[in-house]
T-cell receptor, first 111, second 113 residues
Framework: QKEVEQDPGPLSVPEGAIVSLNCTYS??????FMWYRQYSRKGPELLMY????GNKEDGRFTAQVDKSSKYISLFIRDSQPSDSATYLC???????????FGQGTRLTINP | DTEVTQTPKHLVMGMTNKKSLKCEQH?????MYWYKQKAKKPPELMFV???????INESVPSRFSPECPNSSLLNLHLHALQPEDSALYLC????????????FGSGTRLTVV
């Protein structure tokens, strides 16, 4: 079993839809949770960074962490074609030097 | 300046060549990383430098040799690579202590022929 599980998709939704991306994990030591967006042939871009459980909102993006269920989510409201990319969840423990990534979900927003 | 700059963007090299990838950041980050990413896969950690000292080597073959000349620069020296080493090589940095998000560069797309 992988430490972090993420549905690779692909996921295709119409413009304006609410998108939900999810990851589950097995290591209870993980405390720091990140979402990265990666466009084709580019490096990952940090979208959201959260510590421990709860919600964090930034514009159209909301990150949610439920440590009791070992489940994290990224919601994208009013999705745009420019949101089409691969979304990677990543997480790590306190002081850990290694970031553990999910497999990435390929998302396409159709105009 | 909130960027990690990598050069070159593209590199084609033969199996007998020696080349270097360069990475630079001016965010005051004291942790720097090399990752390798194959198509449709997540990044895989290769090396971690903390305060210019190598702290993690993920059992990377010796044909990859990292170097951290100062707190802003990170190099990856390449020698006698194999075609299977073709990938996107990503540099990242973060604040010291590791409990922060990582900033990635755009990567060097390496092709070994």
């Amino acid at each position: 079993q992988k430490e972090v599980e993420q549905d690779p998709g692909p996921l295709s939704v119409p413009e304006g839809a609410i998108v939900s991306l999810n990851c589950t994990y097995s290591n209870s030591a993980f405390q720091y949770f990140m979402w990265y967006r990666q466009y084709s042939r580019k490096g990952p871009e940090l979208l959201m960074y959260t510590y421990s459980s709860g919600n964090k909102e930034d514009g159209r993006f909301t990150a949610q962490v439920d440590k009791s269920s070992k489940y994290i989510s990224l919601f994208i409201r009013d999705s745009q074609p420019s949101d089409s990319a691969t979304y990677l969840c990543a997480m790590k423990g306190q002081g850990a030097q290694k970031l553990v990534f999910g497999q990435g979900t390929r998302l396409t927003i159709n105009p | 300046d909130t960027e990690v700059t990598q050069t070159p963007k593209h590199l084609v090299m033969g199996m007998t060549n020696k080349k270097s990838l360069k990475c630079e950041q001016h965010m005051g980050h004291r942790a720097m990383y090399w990752y390798k990413q194959k198509a449709k896969k997540p990044p895989e950690l290769m090396f971690v430098y903390s305060y210019e000292k190598l702290s993690i080597n993920e059992s990377v073959p010796s044909r990859f040799s990292p170097e951290c000349p100062n707190s802003s620069l990170l190099n990856l020296h390449l020698h006698a690579l194999q075609p299977e080493d073709s990938a996107l090589y990503l540099c990242a940095s973060s604040q010291a202590g590791f409990n922060y998000g990582y900033t990635f560069g755009s990567g060097t797309r390496l092709t070994v022929v």
